[in-house]
């Protein structure tokens, strides 16, 4: 069937630092992917999405590529913020009706 | 403001007891979905909708009854509860299938079971 792995958190980081947050899937087609993000005491926003191989999905400075060769997603944002702080969900969604398949989110703290 | 309304926003029940999380879309999407999620383990499908009159069991149905009369509304249905029901429940909804589209998901229920 169909998963998603994210890298463990919680990932702690200095304000202006490089991010990488590791997303694998697992599919039994050609899925598309999103990035997702949680902030406390809210529902899931959508942040990014690419629909087919190589193609970029990028929002508010994070950005991911689809690439189907290591059938990864990874999310990365240069230079992250203190309002970055939230948890960082990686999706997939197969073709026809299924519905999304989530990974168990990534908790991303971000210090001044 | 379009979107999607869950409520209520926090309810504590005791065990045995029944009740109904609301949730409402004003978009006309098709499609809608019942989440709930535990610390640490990511969101896990409970029941899904494809269209009024339809639905469908996700990952983790049991406990839980769903029905969809209307396009607008999704309600869950919990006719026992049980501490293992102890989490954060999202709604979402979707325009159609396929691989555009993401979901528009609620603010969540939080729900105790004691």
């Known amino acids: 069937g169909n998963s998603v792995t994210q890298m463990e958190g919680p990932v702690t980081l200095s304000e202006e630092a490089f991010l990488t947050i590791n997303c694998t899937y697992t599919a039994t087609g050609y899925p598309s992917l999103f990035w997702y993000v949680q902030y406390p005491g809210e529902g899931l926003q959508l942040l990014l999405k690419a629909t087919k191989a190589d193609d970029k999905g990028s929002n508010k400075g994070f950005e991911a590529t689809y690439r189907k060769e290591t059938t990864s997603f990874h999310l990365e944002k240069g230079s992250v913020q203190v309002s970055d702080s939230a948890v960082y969900f990686c999706?997939?969604?197969?073709?026809?009706?299924?519905?999304?398949?989530f990974g168990k989110g990534t908790r991303l703290s971000v210090i001044a | 403001n379009a979107g999607v309304t869950q409520t209520p926003k926090f309810r504590i029940l005791k065990i045995g007891q029944s009740m109904t999380l609301q949730c409402t879309q004003d978009?006309?999407?098709?499609?809608m979905y019942w989440y709930r999620q535990d610390p640490g383990m990511g969101l896990k499908l409970i029941y899904y909708s494809v269209g009024a009159g339809i639905t469908d069991k996700g990952e983790v149905p049991n406990g839980y009854n769903v029905s969809r009369s209307t396009t607008e509304d999704f309600p869950l249905r919990l006719e026992l509860a049980a501490p293992s029901q102890t989490s954060v429940y999202f709604c979402?909804?979707?325009?159609?299938?396929?691989?555009?589209?993401?979901?528009?998901f609620g603010s969540g229920t939080r729900l105790t079971v004691v």
């Open positions: 978009m006309n999407h098709n499609y």
């Open positions: 999706a997939l969604r197969d073709s026809g009706n299924t519905p999304l398949v």
């Open positions: 979402a909804s979707s325009h159609q299938p396929g691989g555009n589209y993401g979901y528009t």
